[in-house]
């Protein structure tokens, strides 16, 4: 009988009573278990703990203290996750990274804002030929050029009107570090926002209808780096002076926008940052998806511990000596600036490591350690991500395992449904 992905999320608190600690506190039990849920199927297998996802997405919501979050289907990918999830007071919509994909979902999720701009001139084309999806979906604008370009590709009196949300800056210019955050918007003050805001108010064929403002330097960066204490001190500094900052500066552009133009909604925040964004007056609502899968980017900070919900499979397939063994594939290596940090993390059998000088592969990844010494042929070894809906690009399905009782279900993953966005 298939699991009931929305039943289990819905259930008080997730699946495990509360003070019982989740199936992912006794690793060998854990990744046995998911090992024989998943063993008929071909590696590499990505596998997600349903008690985990569950674990992960209310504790989200305690973190929100109330305020809707948004679903960041970047570090999804995988629609039947994103149904369940939406299903689930307290989440509401679904923060897209492609317009393409923005107007896929919109055909059943009926809150979709784009995070980044598009020069998809056939994804604009079907955003303005289909009235249900122009009404659904929000396009991303942090410039007139990109609205000029909407238009180019159909006229304002040949469509729909777009849905538009402003980007706003979030990243801080330190005195002594310079720009600290990514490289998003260059719209970066009260003003500048306000004028931009007026361009779209004036413009035919665009309602303006929400902004966001994503403050990467806080939401996506750990402040408590395993074995580096003293980068950890500091990023924390950094951290509150750019909270503070922001606090400021955001709320100043908010209200100079709101004087102007009714908002449906202003997004910020990400996992991160979850407790600092609910306490900002001028948001309403919260971003985040790597907290439900739990990837190790996030094991590296002091606030929260997410469970590990998603991991990946793969095979031993030689032993080229005593000490090492051989993994067919494992180069699942996440966006960002190339670091050790962006590679997968080895998970169990425990005690394993990367060989320094091939690290993990596109098509093999030699482990060592005292662990791969009892490895065979055919065993496999389980990887966590260093980022989360990344792996959904190298499977065409996950498979959603119930721990507790070995109860396996797999579900197509975007790639499994046939699409590729990014």
Same mark, same amino acid.
């Given at each position: ?190 003003? +500048? ?28 960066? +750990? ?19 750019? +909270? ?85 594939? +494992? ?92």
């Amino acid at each position: 009988m298939p699991l009931d992905l929305a039943a289990e999320l819905a259930a008080p608190h997730g699946p495990q009573k509360d003070g019982e600690p989740g199936p992912w506190a006794d690793p060998a039990a854990y990744w046995t278990r998911m090992s024989e849920a998943t063993h008929d199927r071909s590696a590499p297998v990505v596998a997600l703990g349903v008690e985990a996802l569950a674990w992960n997405a209310h504790d989200l919501l305690r973190r929100a203290g109330g305020l809707p979050i948004r679903v960041a289907s970047k570090s999804i990918r995988v629609r039947g996750v994103l149904d369940a999830v939406l299903a689930l007071p307290g989440y509401r919509g679904v923060l897209a990274y492609t317009l393409a994909e923005a107007v896929w979902l919109s055909e059943t999720i009926d809150d979709v804002v784009v995070a980044y701009p598009s020069a998809d001139s056939a994804a604009i084309a079907a955003l303005a030929a289909d009235p249900r999806a122009a009404d659904r979906v929000a396009i991303m604008v942090d410039s007139e050029d990109q609205l000029d370009l909407v238009d180019a590709v159909v006229p304002p009196a040949a469509r729909p009107a777009i849905r538009v949300c402003l980007d706003f800056d979030a990243s801080w210019s330190a005195p002594a570090l310079g720009h600290v955050g990514v490289l998003r918007s260059p719209v970066s003050t009260p003003e +500048g926002l306000r004028r931009l805001a007026e361009r779209v108010l004036a413009r035919p064929g665009f309602r303006l209808v929400g902004v966001m403002s994503y403050e990467a330097q806080i939401a996506g960066v +750990g402040d408590a780096p395993r074995g580096r204490p003293a980068a950890g001190a500091l990023m924390r500094v950094v951290q509150r002076a750019s +909270g503070a900052e922001l606090l400021e500066r955001r709320g100043r552009a908010i209200a100079a926008v709101r004087a102007i133009a009714d908002l449906e909604f202003v997004n910020g925040g990400g996992t991160g940052s979850i407790e600092r964004s609910a306490a900002d007056g001028s948001l309403t609502e919260i971003a985040a998806g790597s907290g439900l899968f739990g990837p190790h980017l996030f094991d590296h900070y002091r606030s929260f511990t997410p469970a590990p919900a998603v991991a990946f499979a793969l095979d031993v397939v030689r032993r080229p000596n005593g000490d090492t063994a051989t993994l067919l594939g +494992g180069g699942w290596i996440a966006s960002g600036p190339p670091a050790a940090d962006r590679l997968p993390r080895v998970v169990w059998p425990e005690g394993l490591r990367f060989a320094s000088r091939e690290a993990a592969g596109e098509v093999q990844t030699p482990v060592i350690g005292e662990s791969a010494r009892g490895l065979r042929v055919g065993d496999r070894v389980w990887l966590r991500h260093t980022k989360s809906g990344e792996p959904m690009e190298h499977a065409i399905e996950t498979v959603a395992v119930r721990a507790n009782t070995g109860e396996a279900d797999p579900m197509p993953t975007y790639r499994g449904e046939g699409k590729c966005f990014l």
